[in-house]
């Protein structure tokens, strides 16, 4: 069998590299949108899923048990979350761009277990993000202290939250 010579000229030799690099730059995009998602959540695994699950049905039973316990919060719902919002604008930008002063001041606000249980529960799940890029998956309130103060700081809040009989820790 003969294979037949195909004879392109200047102009179709063009269109053809553009083609393939074209398809090689949706290719790139792709991967990299697809990373992206992974990163941020758009595109998680059943495991990452059923972690997920298990990080808030852990929240909400420790709201439970707080709840159980009769220890009433010193603030409402609403304020508290006002404080998880606080805390997590302060932390969300890794780095440079944080604002750990103003974040430890809000965790000091906590005054029993009931307030860091609605804190908690507020919080819920949330992305961090370096130069406006997600990085990681998203964390807890637990997870974003142990990630952003040095282990000083940490040491300081639990022995204030000790202090005023806490049991909830960072």
């Known amino acids: 069998m003969k294979i037949p010579k195909i004879n392109l000229n200047q102009e179709q030799l063009k269109l053809a590299f553009y083609s393939v690099l074209g398809i ?22 059943e495991e990452e899923k059923e972690e997920k699950e298990r990080t808030k049905k ?10 159980k316990k009769g220890i009433k919060p010193t603030r409402t719902a609403a304020q508290w979350a006002l404080v998880a919002d606080s805390i997590y604008n302060a932390l969300k930008f ?10 430890y001041t809000e965790i000091i606000r906590i005054l029993n277990d009931a307030d860091a249980a609605l804190v908690v529960k507020a919080f819920g799940l949330r992305q961090e993000y370096a130069f406006g890029v997600p990085i990681g998956k998203p964390k807890t309130l637990v997870q974003f202290v142990q990630d952003n103060f040095n282990e000083r700081d940490i040491n300081d809040i639990n022995r204030s939250y000790s202090r005023s009989g806490m049991t909830f820790k960072f």
């Open 24 to 45: 090689l730059a949706l290719v790139f995009i792709f991967q990299l949108f697809k990373k992206t998602g992974e990163t941020i959540g758009i595109f998680d695994t």
């Open 58 to 67: 852990a929240i909400d039973d420790f709201k439970k048990d707080v709840d």
């Open 94 to 103: 890794s780095g440079v761009g944080d604002d750990k002063a103003k974040a």
